[in-house]
């Protein structure tokens, strides 16, 4: 084909516009457009199509804008958490724990360096090779099953920058290889912290006193985490540790670094300081207890199934100085991290080494009761100082017999004698009347005996405290579905039938009876010294209650009860050095077994400085296996601290 001298091939014939086409020469699909119906080149779409377009692309755009607004406004925080933990981490730094000592400043705990190695979970290899060689690893270094390991570290918060302890109380030898491992794996830590060691390897009956340290379970952690612990964290489980722990446990400083790319310090960026624990001082007398523990497990050990409390504490003020519960443990097993046969061994003894049997043992408390008893019937006037009532050997009522412990009985009895002699006929009387005559009836024996601390815990800071029981008529019908009977109250009155006390309770109430009428608080507690200070605050005895009694009735009572000293039940207690009142028991508690034995007293009688208060479980007499005891440790006292 030939073209014509200035003639464009690419223009259409007939055209002014080189872009347009003649309409005949295209297709019917296309359409006009432009001006005029002028023809230009287009495809031509069905509306609904172009609609459809434009929704799609709306809800993309739409998606993307909600999926940044969630990024930036919701999870914004977290991902700028995340990248200034890539440069900017703050650690913690552990307060000192307060410090316990006896009363005369001998310190009860030390702390011990506590070799252990953390994870930074963040900074761990996620999967692959990396990672099993890290378990691997681990596992030799630290003494762990690969396995156990491995479950360990699946376990953490991939995206947390909080070092988790996976290993504590390392070797000398375990930690150098731990270090090596840490210079070039950021994802290890060795750390060096303290560790609660218990002074008491010689009176390990103070483990019930102080308690232990332990970690924080698995139910645990929400709480924990809101009061401000950590996950790798200790804080008190049991006794005083556990009772005192906001005091004990201070306030953790605060540490902002900067790190490089391998996570390892660059510089401080901000330095709070930690705040140490509270230093307490106790009223424990560390050598009382340890005389006093000596001296019942003596006795323990000949009459099994050796199991025994010894009290002993100021009936001026409520201090305990001796707090003894036997058989015991060594708190230093949960210290260090208990094993898991050691904790077996505790948990299955059937003679119950964890349970504190001072506090929290509940007792049939015999004849121990009846100084309060005696006081209540001098109050109410149902007797006087010289009221006689004859003892022929117990008391009838229709087909019952209510027994004295002497065959026979004791004959014509005042108050004195039956206090001396512990005559039941005599408390048969008073608390629930004979004949014509009229006793104190359940509901004054209930008034006098909760009043005097029976019945209900005493505070004492040791947690788990028993409440006890001081039975009634309507407590009888609900939970045993019996009426209450004349039987019911008379032994009431002896301290026996359904009568439950804890041995703090008779101490306590014992205290009252010597001090002239004021039941005192027990306490453990004696002082508490911020960290380093000379001085602190003195904790002040707490009057539970107060003018139950008139002076001059518990006068007669107390002359009582230093007359069974000195020809009484208690005779073995008649020393020279030392003038001592107290009352002895025997407490039935199965048809079985033999009886628990008792006493409970204080000293100088004409002076109360201290009261004791001895419970030997099966133990038969107390006059035979309680007051020994006593003695024993009364003898120390004299010559040591009084």
Sequence with gaps: ??????????????????????????PDDFSEAGPAGAGYLGASLPLGRIHAWIVIFTTVIAVFAVRAAYLQVIEGQRYRQL?????????TIPAQRGMLADRFGQPL??????????????????????????????????????????????????????????????????????ALLSSRTPAVKLDVASRRQYLNEKIQSLSHVLGYLGKIGPGETTEARARGYELSDSLGKAGLEQALEDALRGRKGREQIEVDARGQRKEVINYEPPTAGTDIVLTIDAGAQQVLEDALRRALAVHPPGQGVGIALDPRNGEILALVSLPTFDNNWFARGILPSEFSSLADDPQRPLFNRAIQGAYPPGSTIKPVIAAAALQENVVTERTTVYSSGGIRVNQWFFPDWKAGGHGATNMTSALAESVNTYFYYVGGGYDSFNGLGVTRLHQYLTGAGFGKPLNVELWGEASGLVPTPAWKEQVIGQPWYIGDTYHLSIGQGDLLATP???AAATAMIANGGTLYRPHLVRERKPAGAPLGSRQQPVALASNIFLPEHLAVVRRGLRQAVKTGSARALNMASLPVAGKTGTAQWSSTRPNHAWFTGYAPADDPQIVVTILVEEGGEGSATAVPVANEFLSWWSVERQ
């Design 504 to 506: 703090i309770q008779v």
């Design 109 to 178: 705990v030390s702390h011990t360096p506590n070799l252990r190695v953390q994870v930074v979970p963040v900074d761990l290899p996620k999967a692959g090779a990396g990672r099993e060689l890290l378990v691997v690893e681990l596992a030799q270094l630290t003494g762990a099953m690969p396995e156990d390991m491995r479950q360990t570290l699946a376990g953490l918060d991939e995206l947390s920058y909080e070092p988790v302890v996976i290993r504590e109380n390392l070797s000398h030898d375990q930690a150098i290889a731990l």
């Design 83 to 91: 990248a200034d933990g890539n440069r900017i981490r703050i650690l």
């Design 1 to 26: 084909m030939r073209f014509r001298a200035g003639h464009d091939p690419f223009r259409v014939s007939g055209s002014d516009h080189p872009q347009r086409i003649r309409r005949s020469t295209l």
